[in-house]
């Protein structure tokens, strides 16, 4: 199954590669098996959004800058309103990725 990376960019994603960094430095792991986790971490991800996410949002807002680039859209969002249900959240700045899952599919 082929991935993308983005899901590294993420905080846990952050965190995770940090802690696998510190683990390479101090000699506890070697950098191929860092490597091998990363790769894990973006299927298990990829997988996990795929499947188990099925709540549907609203979002509304001002469009400060869009692009499209390697099959993969990036809208910068100004003074958002996130709708699920009920219940509702208003953001001064939101970045959204949105990559062609169809490329995922080999």
């Known amino acids: 199954m082929a991935t993308f990376e983005i899901y590294r960019r993420s905080t846990l994603g952050m965190f995770l590669t ?12 070697s950098p191929e098996l860092a490597i091998q986790v990363l790769v894990q971490f973006d299927k298990s991800m ?13 979002i ?3 469009l400060h800058t869009y692009r499209f680039c ?24 939101m970045k959204i990725v949105a990559c062609d899952s169809h490329l995922l599919v080999q």
């Open 70 to 93: 390697d099959h993969v859209w990036t809208f910068i969002l100004q003074d958002a309103l996130v709708k699920k249900g009920l219940s509702q959240a208003k953001v001064n700045r």
């Open 60 to 62: 509304k807002g001002h």
């Open 18 to 29: 940090e802690s696998l960094d510190e683990m390479v430095s101090s000699c506890t792991l």
């Open 46 to 58: 990829t997988e996990a959004l795929g499947t188990q996410v099925k709540d549907k949002i609203t």
